[in-house]
């Protein structure tokens, strides 16, 4: 069975740090495109960073530019999203998705992802 498996968050200050990692089951990483997602209470889902493991294409929100890092631990196999200089507006649920990397998909709003893992909440306090 395939699945992606988020984990890391929590609560943090402002201007703390969170890492977040995406593991898969059922699969590995290679050929695919791994994004990090957010949702806040009211607000569309939005693409955090997206990394295709292919070539290593980096995509970032504007939002997270400088702040976030998307990187693969190859010992691990994860995604990692590491994330510094929080601020409240970074408060969501954040989901990894995977997308093979011949597909359509778009990092920014998540369509097109062929598998989906369960959020997890980073709640940032200020």
């Known amino acids: 069975e395939v699945q992606l498996q988020a984990s890391g968050g929590g609560l943090v200050q402002a201007g703390g740090t969170l890492r977040l990692s995406c593991a898969a089951s059922?699969?590995?990483?290679?050929?695919?495109?791994i994004g990090w997602f957010r949702q806040a209470p009211g607000k569309e889902r939005e693409g955090v960073a997206c990394?295709?493991?292919?070539?290593?294409?980096?995509y970032y929100a504007d939002s997270v530019k400088g702040r976030f890092t998307i990187s693969r631990d190859n010992v691990k196999d994860t995604v990692d999203l590491q994330m510094n200089s929080l601020d409240s507006e970074d408060t969501a649920v954040y989901y990894c998705?995977?997308?093979?990397?011949?597909?359509?998909?778009?990092?920014?709003?998540?369509?097109?992802?062929?598998?989906w893992g369960k959020g997890t909440q980073v709640t940032v306090s200020s």
């Open positions: 059922g699969f590995t990483f290679d050929d695919y495109a």
């Open positions: 998705a995977a997308a093979r990397y011949y597909n359509s998909y778009d990092p920014k709003s998540g369509r097109g992802m062929d598998y």
């Open positions: 990394l295709r493991t292919t070539d290593g294409d980096i």
